[in-house]
């Protein structure tokens, strides 16, 4: 088997959740204590629809807005930056 092939079938695709509202906050847990997780930030969804936490590359999606639909996974990636 190819070594491309053997990273793509090992790598999981990043979390998508889906939000009511354009700002959201991410500190990597979810399924893990929040302690084991990473920094909270607080992400804006722009025009786009979406937006990829630099940490974890979990990424939300407005609901009804322009990425809220099913090949949102395979977006490009955008990060925002983080603040306070």
Known sequence: MPPLLIER???????????????????????????????????????????DCGYCDRRFVLIGGPADTPEVAGLPDISSGASL
């Open 9 to 51: 079938m090992m790598i999981q695709p990043p979390e998508i959740l889906r939000v009511t509202k354009p700002r959201v906050a991410c500190d990597g847990s979810g399924d893990i204590p929040a302690a084991l997780g990473h920094p909270r930030v607080f992400l804006e969804i722009d025009e786009h629809g979406y937006v």
